[in-house]
C-alpha cells in the first residue's frame, strides 16, 4: 500500500490537472456526446493512466489502491474517468498473462501514449453478464485465427488502438469444464478496420459513455495475439474484473463526494422563506446520511484495494466494495437533485449530467443482483440460483 503522503500528494496532482477541464468542458462534450481527448491524452502525459504498469516498461510501478485514488479524485472533481478508467484494468489483465514479447512490445507504448488500449469485448447481444454462453468464435487457420461474431457495450472502441478480446475457441459442448474453451486475444483494431474484418457501430445512450457495437466478419488475426494459453481466457479475466471493480467502486465514491459537497454548498446558500435551505432538517438529513453511507463504502474500497495488492483473492471485497460505492454514489445523486430541486435539472449547474452518469454502476459493468448472487453462492454457501 502506498503511504498516506504519497497518495495526497497524488490527489493533489490528479485535482489540479482536472482543474484545466472545467465544467463547461464536460458540459460540451456531453452535449455533443463526444469523446474526451484532450483530457485523455492529458492523463496519459501526467503518467496517471500508466500507474499500474512497471517502471522497466515506463509507467510509474503503482499499486492498485494508488489507482483507486486517481479514478476518485477524477469523479470528485466533476470529470468523468470513464473516457480512461479500462486502460487501467485491461492493461493489468496484459501485464499478468501476456507473453515477455508482448508485454515488451506494447506496453511501453500503452505508457506513452502512443497506443490506446480502451476497448474490452465481452459482453455479446445474446448473452449479457452470462459470459460462458458468448458466440463470437475464433477458429484456428494455419498461422491465424478467424473471428466471426458480435459483441456489444464495448465502450470507447471508437478511440482506442487495441482490443482486449474474449471468444471462443472450442464449442461449449465440447469442454470438459464450462469455464474452459474461452480465450483471449489482443487485437490490433486500426488494422482489423481497415481489413474490412472488424465493424464499429457507435449506440448513443442516457449519458456520454462512447458505447459500441463491434462485428467480427472472417476476421484474421495472427496466433501471437493470443494471450496465455488457449482456452483459459474466461480465468484471465476474472482478476482483472475484480481490479475493475475496485476501479470503478472508487470513481463511485468520487462521485458520491462530488454530490455531497455540491449539495451541502447549495444548502447554505440558496434562501427561502427568509433562511438557508440547509437549515432545515428536512435537507441536513438526507445529506448528512449519504454522507455516512458514502464513507462507509469508502472503507469497503480500500480494504478491496488492499486485498487485491497483496495477492488475495478479491473477489469477495471487490464484488462488495462496488455494490456499495455504487449504491452510495446514487443515493447521493438522487439527493443532490432533491436539493436543488428545480435547478438540478438545469445543464448549467452539471448536477444532471453528473445524475446521468452515476445511474450506470449499479448495472454496469456488474449489476447488483449478480453481485448478490456472487455473495449468497461464494461467501455464504447458499445453493447456486442461476
Not at 462530488?258 to 445529506?287: C, H, L, M, T
Not at 445543464?347 to 456472487?374: C, H, M, Q
Amino acid at each position: 500500500m502506498q503511504n498516506r503522503e504519497d497518495l495526497d500528494e497524488i490527489r493533489r496532482a490528479v485535482r489540479a490537472l482536472c482543474d484545466e477541464f472545467p465544467n463547461e468542458y464536460w458540459r460540451e462534450k456531453d452535449r455533443e456526446r463526444a469523446y474526451p481527448s484532450e483530457f485523455v491524452d492529458a492523463l496519459t502525459r501526467a503518467g496517471f493512466l500508466a500507474a499500474l504498469i512497471p517502471e522497466e516498461y515506463g509507467g510509474s510501478g503503482l499499486k492498485l489502491d494508488a489507482a483507486a485514488v486517481i479514478m476518485e479524485e477524477i469523479q470528485a472533481s466533476g470529470s468523468n474517468g470513464g473516457a480512461a478508467h479500462a486502460q487501467m484494468y485491461v492493461m493489468n489483465t496484459l501485464l499478468r498473462y501476456g507473453s515477455d514479447e508482448q508485454k515488451a512490445h506494447y506496453l511501453p507504448k500503452i505508457a506513452d501514449g502512443t497506443l490506446r488500449l480502451q476497448a474490452f469485448g465481452v459482453s455479446e447481444p445474446t448473452s449479457g453478464t452470462d459470459t460462458l454462453s458468448l458466440r463470437t468464435f475464433a477458429e484456428a487457420d494455419g498461422e491465424d485465427y478467424v473471428v466471426n461474431g458480435q459483441k456489444i457495450w464495448t465502450s470507447r472502441a471508437e478511440h482506442s488502438d487495441l482490443m482486449m478480446l474474449l471468444a471462443r475457441t472450442t464449442p461449449k459442448d465440447e469442454t470438459e469444464k464450462k469455464t474452459e474453451g474461452l480465450s483471449l486475444f489482443l487485437v490490433d483494431m486500426q488494422q482489423a478496420q481497415a481489413s474490412g474484418g472488424m465493424t464499429i457501430k457507435p449506440i448513443r445512450t442516457m449519458m456520454n459513455h462512447s458505447s459500441c457495437e463491434v462485428f467480427f466478419d472472417d476476421l484474421r488475426i495472427p496466433k501471437s495475439a493470443l494471450i496465455g494459453e488457449e482456452g483459459k481466457g474466461f480465468r484471465y479475466i476474472l482478476s482483472g474484473m475484480n481490479a475493475e471493480r475496485v476501479l470503478i467502486a472508487a470513481e463511485c465514491i468520487g462521485d458520491a463526494k462530488w454530490f455531497i459537497e455540491r449539495a451541502s454548498e447549495y444548502a447554505k446558500d440558496r434562501q427561502v422563506f427568509g433562511r438557508p435551505i440547509g437549515q432545515n432538517q428536512g435537507i441536513q438529513f438526507p445529506i448528512a446520511r449519504c454522507y455516512a453511507q458514502m464513507r462507509a463504502a469508502e472503507l469497503m474500497v480500500h480494504h478491496a484495494a488492499e486485498v487485491y495488492d497483496q495477492g488475495g483473492n478479491a473477489g469477495e471485497e471487490a464484488n462488495m466494495a462496488k455494490m456499495l460505492a455504487s449504491e452510495a454514489s446514487w443515493a447521493a445523486a438522487d439527493m443532490c437533485v432533491q436539493t436543488y430541486g428545480g435547478f438540478g435539472f438545469a445543464e448549467e449547474y452539471d448536477v444532471e449530467r453528473k445524475f446521468r452518469e452515476a445511474r450506470l454502476y449499479t448495472v454496469a459493468p456488474i449489476s447488483t443482483n449478480l453481485i448478490l448472487s456472487y455473495l449468497s453462492e461464494h461467501v455464504l454457501g447458499l445453493p447456486r440460483s442461476y
